[in-house]
């Protein structure tokens, strides 16, 4: 097929438009032949009977944008060469764009200065990085808040160290006393060290204690699944390290819930990561994670995680909320306990049941947020 010069016009506008790319010439001074490609009109929302005017571009630069690109402008055209520029543009309507313009300055006959320039329309890579920047700044909280479970472990262990000496000394004491001559100065002393353990175990559950208190809560009304899509990457993360295959099914238009967003991530965080090494130390070749919304009879919204591993003994399955109770080597036994004093405080709690035909499923609910009135 041959193309006219004719096609080669439409050809290299549809470009633009696939592109998101425009292009402009213009003068300084402005001796009124200024060019705009009508992708340009299309990027900035401009009707295309208006003429060209980089002034307009300027008067539509985002406030912040506006001193950084007027002085860099203002040194440019002192010269020739190139200008690289990044801003936001508020269109009339409102809508703010994030372009790249790219110029190109040479003196032009006249001594005017001439700027052939290109305008890229790069908003969607824009909001797709401030999306995983918000999901970055997430993690970042959800990790610190797993560190919080591993001071708690720290702490526990700290704790046995005067734990085992109170009772070194009470069976001194005993010892002692048990003979018809009892060492009283002697026995007084392990009586004196007894309280003063004590006072130090004392101290380090205080510590422990303020340290829970004061981190504060932040309930905030949101949408049950976004829940599960902020914390995305991070379940991804555990499904690849089981191998096992991650499922959602969330149910659509559920009510919005009134929660800690951050901590019920963590508690989602905790059961999925509880099921990805439950398919890994079961060597579970066919792993399967599901993470499930549904909205109950009661109209409460419910959250599940469940998977098809080896589920909870008989015997565990009556201690696994238990603070420090784990049947992994290097586990802390802190992530059932720490996600039941999450929902715990927001008046919910988490349950276990076995999951048909195999494996563990954990459940909770959320509170549902009050009608706006
Ligand atoms: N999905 C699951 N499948 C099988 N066992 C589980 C599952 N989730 C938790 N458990 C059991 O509950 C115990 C406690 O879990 P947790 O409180 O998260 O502590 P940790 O993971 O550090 O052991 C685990 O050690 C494991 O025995
Ligand atoms: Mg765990």
Redesign the pocket.
């Known amino acids: 097929m041959i193309h006219t010069p004719g096609d080669a016009q439409d050809l290299l506008r549809e470009a633009q438009e696939i592109a998101q790319l425009g292009n402009t010439e213009f003068f300084v001074p402005d001796n009124g032949v200024n060019y705009w490609s009508p992708q340009v009109y299309r990027m900035l929302g401009v009707d295309p009977s208006e003429s060209p005017s980089h002034v307009r571009i300027f008067a539509g630069l985002h406030p912040e944008d506006r001193d950084r690109c007027l002085i860099a402008w203002s040194r440019a055209i002192r010269g020739t060469g190139r200008l690289e520029l990044s801003y936001r543009f508020v269109r009339a309507d409102g809508v703010v764009r994030h372009i790249e313009a790219r110029y190109r300055l040479s003196r032009a006959e006249g001594g005017s200065l001439r700027a052939a320039g290109t305008l890229h329309d790069v908003t969607e890579r824009k909001t797709a990085e401030e999306a995983a920047r918000r999901a970055q700044a997430r993690l970042d909280e959800v990790g610190r808040l797993a560190t919080l ?1 591993e001071i708690a472990a720290g702490i526990s262990h700290e704790l046995n160290q005067p734990l085992a000496a109170i009772s070194n000394y009470a069976r001194a004491c005993e010892r002692l006393l048990s003979t018809p001559h009892p060492d009283m100065p002697e026995v007084a002393s392990a009586l004196g060290e007894i309280a003063a353990q004590a006072m130090r175990a004392g101290e380090i559950i205080h510590r422990l204690r303020g340290m829970i208190r004061h981190r504060e809560t932040h309930r905030t009304v949101i949408a049950p699944n976004d829940l599960i899509r902020d914390v995305m990457s991070l379940l991804e993360m555990d499904a690849r390290a089981s191998r096992s295959a991650l499922r959602l099914d969330l149910a659509p238009s559920l009510p919005f819930v009134l929660v800690d967003g951050v901590q019920i991530e963590q508690v989602i965080v ?2 999925v ?7 890994i ?2 060597g579970e070749m066919a792993g399967e994670i599901t993470v499930r919304t549904t909205l109950d009879d009661a109209g409460q919204v419910e959250v599940s ?3 098809n ?5 008989p015997g ?1 399955e009556a ?5 420090f ?4 080597t ?10 039941r004093s999450i929902l715990e405080a927001h008046r919910s709690q988490l349950s ?1 049941q076995a999951n048909l035909p195999r ?4 459940t909770f609910y959320l509170p549902t947020a009050p009608e706006p009135s």
Do not use: C, Q, W
């Not at 990561?273 to 398919?279: G, I, K, Q, R, S």
């Not at 109770?325 to 992994?328: A, E, I, M, Y």
């Not at 494996?359 to 954990?362: I, K, L, V």
């Open positions: 479970g905790n059961l990561h509880n099921a990805a090494e439950a398919l130390n079961a995680v469940s998977d591993g080896p589920g909870l003994a565990v201690r696994v909320f238990e603070p109770f784990t049947t992994k290097e586990g802390t036994g802190l992530g059932l306990a720490i996600s276990y494996g563990a499923r954990f």
